[in-house]
């Protein structure tokens, strides 16, 4: 072997290991099942966009609510009979809101790992060298917009009130209809997925270095602590259950789903 | 009950080497570092592997067990398979001095380049007067057992060496959340924090926390809440607007 010195330029150097990871067990099952699970919610969020059948009394799908336009809203589907978009805007009502949860969910911090890892492999997982040649992370446009979450989280809460808003209306009309219950539970979902986010346990007193002088801020970010530390299950458990409750609605608007309880 | 186990092992001075085989017995309860002391008593007599405590305390024996990154001597032999051929590599962020050794030295001096604990000037050591819950939360992180797992294990400088100079890593990004969210340090740590030590390079996606030996949320406690700590000081124009109607500025107003 070779013998050199400190000062040797050879000992300035990593290990020369050629492969990319010497990591034995299946590192891609996680990011691959994570792209698949994140695309369905895209290729759903699509066809929800395109698909006109969003409300069927009392039911209103939670991907067009609020349903703000005033053509394309059917009647008792709008929030409070409200409709500030006049009759010019003919297209889903979906689109307009769609940036909102949208958005808090493309700039989320789990979210954020999830796609940077399963579409974007940067890393792929843990000790497995990524593919690209330069790295600068969330430094620059347009990925220094991931700063923006916090607008987002004021939002979803809106949206948040507005769907468990949607889903007592439902259970009030009909309290037997298993779409009634299926909402009020995508509304806890979301709800629960929306106060677990990481700017709510900044802006409850996380940002706070003297917890002692606002017991009520401390004792707020200690339940949202508690709910952050689930903030991965529910992102998934929300995703699903408001692609669900919203498939349900289109069905039983389509007449697909007609049992008497629906 | 022993059996012999097959492995490869990191063999080389500085970055040039390469992996040799070993066959070696290994016995009921052992962990992996436990094996290479054996190889250096029976068939290696010259590999080198930094150690000390054998207990999960000093961080001295990082290294890369199957390509994760962990400690050796809490890698227990038994969560492997008898016939599966384990591979020991040293951490790769880091220049190899020899074998299994790294030199760390990139470490030391980012830590060196985090302005120590900076307390009001009025108040003199022995007068602090905190309470648990004020400091609880940043006593998370003097856990830290310092094995640099996290900042091996950071792609932004394990497959961009070119970042190290403007990134201080996970641990280092760590120390000064908790300097930060300590009720008596009084220095600005917010803005260094993106613009010295590289705050955002980070991208979250929690490596760091995955390896921590001491399963610190490194992501979850420190880094996300000092990136929106970051958010308040440089992105956000309510809090900028907020801070100058209510005369807020120092973080010890806070």
Not at chain 1, 140 to 163: D, K, S, T, W
Request: overall charge positive; glycine content about 6%.
């Amino acid at each position: 072997m070779t013998q050199t010195t400190p000062e040797a330029p050879v000992r300035r150097q990593r290990a020369q290991v050629k492969v990319r990871t010497l990591r034995t067990d299946r590192w891609w099952l996680v990011p691959l099942v994570t792209f698949f699970g994140l695309s369905s919610f895209l290729v759903y969020g699509v066809w929800a966009i395109i698909d006109n059948s969003i409300f069927v009394d009392p039911y209103i799908a939670p991907f067009a609510s609020p349903c703000l336009a005033a053509v394309t809203c059917p009647e008792g589907a709008q929030l409070f009979g409200w409709a500030p978009i006049g009759d010019w805007y003919t297209l889903s009502p979906g689109l307009l809101i769609l940036a909102l949860p949208g958005g808090f969910r493309l700039t989320c911090y789990y979210y954020r790992k999830s796609y940077y890892r399963s579409f974007w492999l940067s890393p792929p997982a843990c000790a497995v060298q990524e593919p690209h040649g330069k790295y600068t992370g969330e430094r620059r446009f347009p990925l220094i917009m991931q700063n923006i979450h916090r607008y987002f989280f004021y939002a979803a809460i809106v949206i948040g009130l507005i769907l468990a808003y949607d889903a007592v209306l439902a259970v009030v009309h009909k309290p037997l209809g298993l779409g009634s219950w299926i909402l009020i539970a995508n509304a806890v979902l979301i709800n629960a997925y929306t106060l677990s986010c990481h700017s709510c346990r900044h802006i409850t007193a996380g940002r706070l270095n003297h917890f002692s002088r606002h017991p009520l801020r401390y004792r707020a970010w200690t339940f949202v602590s508690k709910l952050n530390a689930k903030h991965q299950p529910l992102a998934w458990a929300s995703m699903f259950s408001v692609m669900g409750a919203d498939l349900y609605v289109r069905l039983v608007a389509k007449g697909i789903i007609a049992f008497p309880y629906a | 009950m022993s059996y012999k186990a097959k492995f490869k092992v990191w063999r080389g001075e500085g970055g040039e080497g390469k992996l040799e085989d070993f066959t070696v017995e290994v016995n009921e309860g052992e962990v992996v570092l436990d094996i290479i002391h054996r190889l250096q008593a029976t068939q290696a007599p010259d590999l080198a592997v930094r150690w000390n405590c054998k207990a999960g305390k000093c961080g001295s024996c990082s290294m890369e067990i199957n390509g994760k990154p962990r400690l050796g001597c809490m890698t227990r032999m038994s969560t492997f398979e008898e016939d599966e051929t384990i591979t020991v590599t040293p951490m790769r962020t880091f220049p190899v001095i020899k074998d299994l050794v790294t030199d760390v030295s990139y470490n030391y001096q980012k830590a060196r380049e985090v302005p120590s604990f900076t307390p009001p000037s009025g108040v003199k050591p022995g007068e602090y007067r905190m309470k648990q819950v004020d400091v609880e939360r940043s006593q998370e992180f003097r856990k830290c057992i310092e094995c640099f797992m996290c900042n091996n294990v950071c792609h932004v400088i394990r497959d961009h060496e070119e970042n190290k100079t403007n990134f201080s890593g996970p641990r280092f990004l760590m120390r000064i959340a908790e300097l930060d969210m300590h009720p008596y340090d009084v220095a600005d740590r917010q803005d260094a924090a993106q613009e010295e030590h590289g705050l955002g390079y980070c991208n979250i996606t929690k490596c760091c926390t995955e390896v921590c030996p001491e399963h610190i949320k490194i992501t979850d406690n420190a880094l996300i809440p000092m990136k929106e700590r970051v958010v308040d000081r440089k992105y956000d124009p309510l809090v900028w607007l907020g801070n100058k109607i209510f005369k807020r500025s120092s973080s010890n107003s806070k």
